[in-house]
Nanobody
Framework: QVQLVESGGGLVQAGGSLRLSCTAS?????MGWFRQAPGKEREFVST????????YYAESVKGRFTISRDNAKNTVSLQMNSLKPEDTAIYYC?????????????????WGQGTQVTVSS
């Protein structure tokens, strides 16, 4: 089991930026981010393959969010720009050992505790 610890959440005004980071206790093929707003299901945000050559984004964040990873440090980051109030949620780091892409939360093996992102209008 891989332990995941997120950091970087906070409160920001609409149009602002935040950078989330996640440190893992070991390697995983895919590392990604999900989010869950109050009263809603957990949804896929972005994920990145081991080599970084494959990245995937939810349509709602394409062009605004950028995912990256540093395998030497076992970290994955999410740069979030042009934030909107609808981006407000708890953001979770997740790891998947399988080498095939999947955006379903149930297909990820390990999860962090989450970090709150609040975007004010």
């Amino acid at each position: 089991q891989v332990q995941l610890v997120e950091s970087g959440g906070g409160l920001v005004q609409a149009g602002g930026s935040l950078r989330l980071s996640c440190t893992a206790s070991g390697p995983s093929y895919y590392m990604g981010w999900f989010r869950q707003a109050p009263g809603k299901e957990r949804e896929f945000v972005s994920t990145i393959s081991w080599s970084g050559d494959r990245t995937y984004y939810a349509e709602s964040v394409k062009g605004r969010f950028t995912i990256s990873r540093d395998n030497a440090k076992n970290t994955v980051s999410l740069q979030m720009n042009s934030l909107k109030p609808e981006d407000t949620a708890i953001y979770y780091c997740a790891a998947r050992r399988n080498a095939y892409f999947n955006r379903a939360p149930g297909e990820y093996d390990d999860w962090g505790q989450g970090t709150q992102v609040t975007v004010s209008s």
